[in-house]
């Protein structure tokens, strides 16, 4: 399995960005997703987990009401739509697939992309 990130970049606060993942290889092995992310310090958090099969989320409550994601089966891939973004979202976005329905941690995660950097500036 293969996830490639893109969309991240350098946004004002109150602004929107749309990442992007896109997964390849043996995808009928995944059965969750995720978009994790990491800032300097920190250990790395789940955003937001969806199931591949009934779209089952959990957001983080930090970003519940701004962060959407969505996937689109037909083109394997998956997006997360950041909107009101504030300076405590920067950190590096992982996307991250799971063998486990509904995965809500990093451990239960087999599948990584190199993440994509999201800075959000005041």
């Known amino acids: 399995v293969h996830l490639v990130e893109s969309g991240g970049g350098l946004v004002q606060a109150g602004g929107s960005l749309t990442l992007s993942c896109v997964v390849s290889?043996?995808?009928?092995?995944?059965?969750?997703m995720g978009w994790f992310r990491q800032a300097p310090g920190k250990e790395r958090e789940l955003v937001v987990g969806?199931?591949?099969?009934?779209?089952?989320?959990s957001y983080a409550d930090s970003v519940k009401g701004r962060f959407t994601i969505s996937r689109d089966n037909a083109k394997n891939t998956m997006y997360l739509q950041m909107n009101s973004l504030k300076p405590e979202d920067t950190a590096v976005y992982y996307c991250?697939?799971?063998?486990?329905?509904?995965?809500?941690?990093?451990?239960?995660?087999?599948?990584w992309g190199r993440g994509t950097q999201v800075t959000v500036s005041s």
């Open positions: 991250a697939g799971s063998r486990i329905f509904e995965a809500i941690w990093a451990h239960q995660y087999d599948f």
């Open positions: 290889g043996d995808i009928f092995s995944i059965n969750a």
């Open positions: 969806i199931a591949w099969s009934d779209g089952w989320t």
